[in-house]
Nanobody, 118 residues
Framework: QVQLVESGGGLVRPGGSLRLSCAASGSISSIYSMAWYRQAPGKQRELVARIFSSGSTNYADSVKGRFTISRDNAKNTVYLQMNSLRPEDTAVYYC????????????WGQGTQVTVSS
């Protein structure tokens, strides 16, 4: 089993920045990929960014050029650096992990609220 704990959410003004962290524990050697999802009120959960064990990354079009996903293997932590934040980025952000290419993201954190407002 993999346990995920997010932190770093909060209230920020449009144009500001936040960095989210996701600390992983448990069977972390089995992790194939980690990702950040978000869910805004009344909307479906959507993929924001993901990083694979190879180091490759990909992003939703809506955040390309503004958000960066990275990892610190020594700390078993994945980060999401969010710059140039917009009100439409307001959501609960979730960290997720999957064990292989054929598995869905089936380990989830509890979520952290990000609110972008003036």
């Amino acid at each position: 089993q993999v346990q995920l704990v997010e932190s770093g959410g909060g209230l920020v003004r449009p144009g500001g920045s936040l960095r989210l962290s996701c600390a992983a524990s448990g069977s972390i050697s089995s992790i194939y990929s980690m990702a950040w999802y978000r869910q805004a009120p009344g909307k479906q959960r959507e993929l924001v960014a993901r990083i694979f064990s190879s180091g490759s990354t990909n992003y939703a079009d809506s955040v390309k050029g503004r958000f960066t996903i990275s990892r610190d293997n020594a700390k078993n932590t994945v980060y999401l650096q969010m710059n140039s934040l917009r009100p439409e980025d307001t959501a609960v952000y979730y960290c997720a992990a999957r064990s292989s290419r054929t598995q869905p993201y089936d380990h989830w954190g509890q979520g952290t609220q990000v609110t972008v407002s003036s």
